[in-house]
């Protein structure tokens, strides 16, 4: 899906509207580069059409001052890496210099910019809210972020302007997209070259050149799959959280864009926070997921046993805890062929389907024996279940009092699920329903 852009100062309302936003949807990752900004991202959806956002408004926390420097580069990343921006600017305070700066950064881009004037929450400030036409962005929406009124105009604009999702065609066999993501340095690049050779990674230094997630397909080594490159970008960051930001923003693209992602971490650093992040965000998106623990050459086999590594990531990755670690190291190429294949496999997984008979003669006598509890004396009967058309596993049950179904029992079924059919690496979804 696409990406949307929050910009502007602080204090306009950003966080309110992105927090409105994704209102029934959790935030995917709440703290990015961790110790010195929070950046926002979350999943959104209007008229059906789904799309993340990120609110760029983190700024150097304990300090109130915001420089400029700083909104300039969060609007530079938004222009480079997002596909629609909103630019909110705050009808109270009227054009502030530093609007002007960022109007004039998006007066020159070609894609659509929303000016969302907010705190318009009376008829005078309708009025009041003309000046922004001087921001020469053309038209702009008033809105009460608080209240919410104003904001569906907004999205019905918003949304209209962002591409629609490209629909598999059902007929073709698609090959399995794998998009290799992670921290910055953890070895992405080498793993890449190791596996594809002389068909390196095409990387443009022009600043602000943006390439959309391509597709490059490769048959190597009796696999085929297509990369999904998004390295478009590798602008020689001046300040390091912005490359990390970068780095989050690449990842989130190339993330949406794949069927399984390759989370390539640095074995010598950890499992750590953003990578973390990564991981829940492929897994909130539903996507397949391989983690590769990279560069074990380089840890002492005495001090950290592969037992060890993996207990600390299931701690992380909890309770979605059967993703497939392997250890690799591009340097003496130790298991990169296991970590393509797994990922062929992950994929496979995710695109099976289980025969309706079949998962009813599996799933009903273990819902027989283990029923969910009666609540209020009221018994719940599952009588039948299926495994949904939908591109990824989804799971519907069929109850009498499906409302009575709780989470723990919904976890139970998760997890015999994915006892039984192997759903390693698999988000997978499971509902009760009405039959
Ligand atoms: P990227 O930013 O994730 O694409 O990381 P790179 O592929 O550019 O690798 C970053 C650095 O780590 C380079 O100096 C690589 O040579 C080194 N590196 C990558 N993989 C390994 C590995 O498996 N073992 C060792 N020892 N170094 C590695």
Redesign the pocket.
């Known amino acids: 899906s696409s990406i949307v852009a929050i910009v502007g100062r602080p204090n306009v309302g950003k966080s309110t509207f992105f927090n409105r936003l994704i209102q029934r949807r959790e935030a995917i990752v709440d703290s990015v580069s961790g110790v010195t900004r929070d950046r926002n991202y979350g999943k959104s959806e209007w008229n059906g059409k789904e799309f993340s956002v990120i609110d760029t408004g983190g700024y150097i926390k304990g300090s109130d001052d915001v420089f400029e420097g700083e909104i300039r580069r969060q609007v530079e990343l938004a222009i480079d890496e997002a596909d629609a921006i909103v630019f909110v600017v705050d009808v109270t305070e009227g054009i502030t210099p530093m609007d002007e700066e960022v109007a004039k950064l998006l007066r020159k881009v070609t894609k659509p910019i929303f000016l969302a004037v907010n705190k318009v929450d009376s008829g005078s400030r309708e009025k009041d809210a003309f000046e922004f036409y001087n921001l020469g962005l053309g038209e702009y929406f008033t809105m009460a972020g608080m209240s919410g009124s104003g904001t569906g105009d907004l999205l019905d604009a918003l949304v209209l302007a962002l591409p629609d999702a490209q629909e598999p065609e059902e007929d073709v066999v698609e090959l399995p997209r794998f998009a290799v993501v ?1 921290r ?7 793993f890449i070259n190791a596996l594809i050779g002389e068909d390196r990674y095409i990387v443009t230094d022009i600043a602000g050149t943006t390439r959309d997630s391509i597709d490059t397909p490769y048959n190597r080594f009796g696999f085929e799959f297509n990369l999904v490159d998004t390295a478009g970008i590798r602008r020689k960051a001046k300040v390091k959280e912005d490359l990390e930001f970068y780095s989050v923003m690449r990842s989130v693209r190339a993330i949406e864009h794949s069927d399984v992602c390759i989370l ?1 971490i640095d074995a010598t650093r950890g499992f750590e926070g953003q990578d973390q992040s990564i991981f829940w965000l492929a897994e909130k998106n539903r996507k397949g997921i391989v983690i590769l623990v ?2 074990w ?2 840890v002492e086999k005495e001090t950290m046993t592969t037992v060890q590594f993996e207990k600390k990531i299931r701690e992380m990755t909890a309770p979605f805890t059967d993703v497939p670690i392997i250890f ?4 003496t190429k130790q298991r990169l062929l296991k970590a393509l294949e797994t990922a062929v496999k992950v994929h496979e997984t995710r695109k099976r389907r289980i025969p309706t008979s079949k998962f009813n003669e599996t799933m009903l006598p273990i819902i027989e024996q283990t029923p969910p509890p009666a609540i209020k004396g009221k018994y719940i009967k599952i009588k039948y279940c299926m495994q949904l058309p939908t591109p990824t596993p989804q799971f519907v049950f069929f109850a009498n009092l499906p409302q009575y179904v709780k989470d723990p029992y919904k976890r139970y079924i998760e997890n015999k699920l994915r006892e039984i059919y192997d759903f390693n690496g698999v988000p997978i979804d499971i509902y009760f329903r009405q039959k």
Do not use: C
């Open positions: 992670g910055p340095n953890a070895g992405k690049s080498s390539m990279n560069k050459d380089l690799t190291s591009t340097i």
